[in-house]
């Protein structure tokens, strides 16, 4: 089993910036593939970025890419994901996710889920 501990959320103006935290309680086989999910108020759950922690690899949604970065810290089993030039269409909950089904943008790839935290970009 993993825990995933999401932090770093907020309230910002269109253009700043915010960094999400992941803790998760350790990086195994079965949660190799980590991803950042977010999902706005009646609307359905859309993957962010994911990033692979063995070979670091990542992949971005369209949408983000050139705005937000997704890393890790190995030594503190943790994921990141800087965003940058907010935009008020960011706004949602984010959530940290773990599996094992590759770069994958489908919630029901992955098998552990953070609580979020809420993420609001006014204009």
């Known amino acids: 089993q993993v825990q995933l501990v999401e932090s770093g959320g907020g309230s910002v103006q269109a253009g700043g910036s915010l960094r999400l935290s992941c803790a998760a309680s350790?990086?195994?086989?079965?949660?190799?593939?980590m991803a950042w999910f977010r999902q706005a108020p009646g609307k359905e759950r859309e993957g962010v970025a994911t990033?692979?922690?063995?070979?670091?690899?990542?992949s971005y949604r369209h949408s983000v890419k050139g705005r937000f970065t997704i890393s890790q810290d190995k030594a503190q089993t943790t994921i990141y994901l800087q965003m940058n030039s907010l935009e008020p269409e960011d706004t949602a909950m984010y959530y940290c996710?773990?599996?094992?089904?590759?770069?994958?943008?489908?919630?029901?790839?992955?098998?552990?889920w953070g609580q979020g935290t809420q993420v609001t970009v006014s204009s």
């Open positions: 996710a773990a599996g094992d089904n590759g770069h994958s943008y489908r919630a029901s790839a992955y098998k552990f």
């Open positions: 990033i692979h922690t063995t070979d670091s690899s990542t």
């Open positions: 350790q990086f195994t086989e079965a949660s190799r593939y």
